[in-house]
C-alpha cells in the first residue's frame, strides 16, 4: 500500500532553534518524494523534492531508503518557517499521495 | 499574470444542491488535477486529467463529474451535495504526467460548505 505518515501534527519551537519535521512511506517502487508548504493564507506550493538535493529556504530533507524516511531538517528557525507542511510520495503518473500535514509554529 | 486560478473562492450552499467549481491554468501544462482537503487539513487526490483524458479517478462518489473543455480548464461539478462534501477543493496543475521534475502548481482553493 502507498502511504505517506506524518506522525506529528504539530511542532512548536522557538525562533533558532533546531527543526525536524518527520515523514515516513510506505511504497513497493522506487519513491520520489516531495515537501510542500501551505503559508497561512496562500497556496500550497513546492518546497523541495529528493531528487534535486537541494536545499530551500535553508531546509533540506534526505531520503533515507533503509528507514522509510524522508524528514525535513532546518537547523535555526525563523518565525517566517511558520506554516502547514506536508510530505508526499509520487506513485506513477503524477498521481501524489499526501501525507496528513504537520503544522509548524515558531515562536519569537 | 495567476499561475491557476479557481473560482469561486467561497461557496456556500444547501444540501441537495448541484454546484460547479472552475478551474484554469495559463501555464500551458498538459495535465489537471483535483484535490480535496478535508477539515483535518488531509490532502487527498480526486482526478487527474491529461490532454483532456482522465487518468486518474480515485474512490469519489458518482456525483462528482469532473469536465475538461480543453488543457487549459478543469471543472468539478457535484451533484446533491451533502454534508460530507465541505471541505477545500484545490485544483493543480503540471508539465505533464512522465517527467521527473515535473512540480505541480496548486490553485488557491475554493472552500465549500453545504449547509
Known amino acids: 500500500a502507498q502511504r505517506v505518515t506524518q506522525p506529528e501534527k504539530l511542532l512548536s519551537v522557538f525562533k533558532g532553534a533546531p527543526v525536524e519535521l518527520k515523514c515516513n512511506y510506505s511504497y513497493s517502487g522506487s519513491p520520489e518524494l516531495f515537501w510542500y508548504v501551505q503559508y497561512s493564507r496562500q497556496r500550497l506550493q513546492l518546497l523541495l523534492r529528493h531528487i534535486s538535493r537541494e536545499s530551500i529556504k535553508g531546509f533540506t530533507a534526505d531520503l533515507n531508503k533503509g528507514e522509510t524516511s524522508f524528514h525535513l531538517k532546518k537547523p535555526f528557525a525563523q518565525e517566517e518557517d511558520s506554516a502547514m507542511y506536508y510530505c508526499a510520495l509520487k506513485t506513477g503518473f503524477q498521481k501524489l499521495v499526501f501525507g496528513t500535514g504537520t503544522r509548524l509554529l515558531v515562536s519569537p | 499574470d495567476t499561475a491557476v486560478s479557481q473560482t469561486p473562492k467561497y461557496l456556500v450552499t444547501q444540501m441537495g444542491n448541484d454546484k460547479s467549481i472552475k478551474c484554469e491554468q495559463n501555464?500551458?501544462?498538459?495535465?489537471m488535477y483535483w484535490y480535496k482537503q478535508d477539515s483535518k487539513k488531509f490532502l487527498k487526490i480526486m482526478f487527474s486529467?491529461?490532454?483532456?483524458?482522465?487518468?486518474i479517478n480515485e474512490t469519489v462518489p458518482n456525483r462528482f463529474s469532473p469536465k475538461s473543455p480543453d488543457k487549459a480548464h478543469l471543472n468539478l461539478h457535484i451533484n446533491s451535495l451533502e454534508l460530507g462534501d465541505s471541505a477545500v477543493y484545490f485544483c493543480?496543475?503540471?508539465?505533464?504526467?512522465?517527467?521527473?521534475?515535473?512540480?505541480?502548481?496548486f490553485g488557491p482553493g475554493t472552500r465549500l460548505t453545504v449547509l
Open positions: 493543480a496543475s503540471s508539465q505533464d504526467v512522465s517527467g521527473l521534475y515535473n512540480e505541480q502548481f
Open positions: 486529467y491529461n490532454n483532456k483524458e482522465l487518468i
Open positions: 501555464l500551458g501544462h498538459d495535465t
